[in-house]
């Protein structure tokens, strides 16, 4: 599963970036928004790097799952937290629903599968 690796990776830098981003934003409020898309992205970005070690389809489905949520659900929080703007507010709960149900995934799975 390298694709998954790679993913992962990017996405753990990537949450990185964003996180010395938010220093620069001027209210409080979106400050706290942007930490918690980051911390969310950058323990999904963790997480799938783990399952990216074991075998399986299932597992490679829910690090995908697990990826595809923490992504979108940050990049949302991201774009409304920096141009002040919810047109994708809709994409948060999508997010958030496909990564519960990756971590519900793993839960089925198991490593050497």
């Known amino acids: 599963m ?3 690796n790679i993913i992962a990776a990017l996405t753990g830098a ?3 970036m964003m996180l010395a981003a938010a220093h620069h934003l001027e209210h409080d409020s979106a400050f706290n928004n942007v930490l918690i898309a980051g911390l969310a992205q950058l323990r999904a970005a963790a ?3 783990a399952i990216a070690n ?3 389809m299932l597992n ?3 690090g995908a799952l697990i990826l ?4 979108l659900f940050a990049c949302e929080i991201y774009f409304s937290s920096f141009q002040d703007n919810h047109s994708f507010a809709f994409l948060a709960p999508i997010g958030g ?3 519960i149900g990756g971590w519900v ?3 089925f799975t198991r490593a050497g599968e």
């Open 14 to 16: 990537a949450a990185l």
């Open 105 to 107: 995934l793993v839960a």
């Open 97 to 99: 629903a496909l990564l």
């Open 54 to 56: 074991r075998a399986g």
């Open 47 to 49: 997480a799938a790097l």
């Open 68 to 71: 595809l949520g923490g992504n």
């Open 60 to 62: 490679e489905i829910a």
């Open 2 to 4: 390298r694709w998954l």
